[in-house]
T-cell receptor
């Protein structure tokens, strides 16, 4: 079956702009989590959605937001981009919230954002 | 809060060498423990897991044992291959919580 699909794979923005990233989970998965990966900070949890509701949120400013649609697809948005937002943004899906039951997250290949 | 500590590397080994990547954790309760691997240009994928104390997870020649007394989950492989070159992440999840990942350890295996 198809894996987790993230679009776009690469994008370049300038400071002050906003960006929207998309994630299509594995069919049947209702939980979608987002992570920011940087060389200095590793993987940091942004938020998780389950059945269109935000279940948990990490320690990021309000410029980072997300949503989930009825078909479980998710988007995350970053407004007023800063240089420090340059990172690989990873989406992961699972059957249940937090990867419960199977304990496994299925990751996409990520969207690499560069802010100039 | 919960946290995971692992050796950051990079770790460079020759093919067929023995691999150990140390991982220790801090968590309330009894979390499930995982090793994820990220190959170049790809997302993370689950390598192995253990859900309770003394469980041993294994996959593709890799092994890790859940040691509650030392709060550790060290990754080992007896003979690494060039194709094992990747970044390895130790992670945990507590009940009702989210995954917490370690910083990752980059492994390079030379032929």
């Amino acid at each position: 079956k198809a894996g987790v699909t993230q679009t776009p794979r690469y994008l370049i923005k300038t400071r002050g702009q906003q960006v929207t990233l998309s994630c299509s989970p594995i069919s049947g998965h209702r939980s979608v989590s987002w992570y920011q990966q940087t060389p200095g900070q590793g993987l940091q949890f942004l938020f998780e959605y389950f059945s269109e509701t935000q279940r948990n949120k990490g320690n990021f400013p309000g410029r980072f937001s997300g949503r989930q649609f009825s078909n479980s697809r998710s988007e995350m948005n970053v407004s007023t981009l800063e240089l420090g937002d340059s990172a690989l943004y990873l989406c992961a899906s699972s059957l249940a919230p937090g990867g419960a039951n199977t304990g496994e997250l299925f990751f996409g290949e990520g969207s690499r954002l560069t802010v100039l | 809060g919960d946290s995971v500590t692992q050796m950051e590397g990079p770790v460079t080994l020759s093919e067929e060498a023995f691999l150990t990547i140390n991982c220790t954790y801090t968590a309330t309760g009894y979390p499930s423990l995982f090793w994820y691997v990220q190959y170049p240009g790809e997302g993370l994928q689950l390598l192995l897991k253990a859900t309770k104390a003394d469980d041993k997870g294994s996959n593709k020649g890799f092994e890790a044992t859940y040691r509650k007394e030392t709060t550790s989950f060290h990754l080992e492989k007896g003979s690494v291959q060039v194709s094992d070159s990747a970044v390895y992440f130790c992670a945990l999840i507590g009940y009702g919580q989210n995954f917490v990942f370690g910083p990752g350890t980059r492994l390079s295996v030379l032929p």
